[in-house]
Nanobody, 121 residues
Framework: VQLVESGGGLVQAGGSLRLSCAVSGSTFSINSMGWYRQAPGKQRELVAIITNGGASTNYADSVKGRFTFFRDNAKNTLYLQMNSLKSEDTAVYYC???????????????WGQGTQVTVSS
């Protein structure tokens, strides 16, 4: 399984960006799909996550109402639409999949390479 993010960049506060995560490779099942971020000097934190076969989408309190996590199954791509960006959203953003490759194997976690988002105030 490979994940490749794109769409990061420099944007002014109040602006918008859409991150993409192209997924390739085969899986037996997907436990969860998520977007995480890591700011300089801070731990990686969860931004948004889809679980329960897509039935549940949860967001960090800091991004609720501003970010939207959605997917295009036909394109095997995950998206994070980020609106009303703030300087505190500046970070490297990573997409993540927790999957089973086969029914007999345990859950494995895959990460993209990350994409930098910088919000200027």
């Amino acid at each position: 399984v490979q994940l490749v993010e794109s769409g990061g960049g420099l944007v002014q506060a109040g602006g918008s960006l859409r991150l993409s995560c192209a997924v390739s490779g085969s899986t037996f099942s997907i436990n969860s799909m998520g977007w995480y971020r890591q700011a300089p000097g801070k731990q990686r934190e969860l931004v948004a996550i889809i679980t329960n076969g897509g039935a549940s989408t949860n967001y960090a309190d800091s991004v609720k109402g501003r970010f939207t996590f959605f997917r295009d199954n036909a394109k095997n791509t995950l998206y994070l639409q980020m609106n009303s960006l703030k300087s505190e959203d500046t970070a490297v953003y990573y997409c993540n999949l927790d999957v089973r490759i086969t029914p007999m194997r345990g859950v494995m976690s895959y990460w993209g390479q990350g994409t930098q988002v910088t919000v200027s105030s």
